[in-house]
């Protein structure tokens, strides 16, 4: 079983940064992808990014230039850095641990409200 606690949500700005962290339990998901996925209310749980386990990334358009996803292995952790921040992003923001492809763990979300 692995634990995702998500953290650094908040509220911001439109034009803010908010950097987001989630802090896995032990190191399996150091190598397996990990991503984070939102949902604003009413709307379903979209993909923003994803890091592979040797560093690859990938961002939904909505993002692109503006989000960043790491790694720090040495901590388990993965971050999302979110600059330029727009009303439209706010929502839930959910850390998700994909372990060799048919397990598949979430955190319990936190919250990024982006003011106008």
């Known amino acids: 079983q692995v634990r995702l606690v998500e953290s650094g949500g908040g509220l911001v700005q439109a034009g803010g940064s908010l950097k987001l962290s989630c802090a896995a339990s032990?190191?399996?998901?150091?190598?397996?992808?990990m991503a984070w996925y939102r949902q604003a209310p009413e709307k379903q749980r979209d993909l923003v990014a994803t890091?592979?386990?040797?560093?690859?990334?990938n961002y939904a358009d909505s993002v692109k230039g503006r989000f960043t996803i790491s790694r720090d292995n040495a901590k388990n952790t993965v971050y999302l850095q979110m600059n330029s921040l727009k009303p439209e992003d706010t929502a839930v923001y959910y850390c998700?641990?994909?372990?060799?492809?048919?397990?598949?763990?979430w955190g319990q979300g936190t919250q990024v409200t982006v003011s106008s």
């Open positions: 890091i592979t386990g040797i560093g690859s990334t």
């Open positions: 998700n641990c994909n372990v060799w492809g048919s397990h598949v763990f």
């Open positions: 032990g190191s399996i998901c150091n190598i397996n992808t």
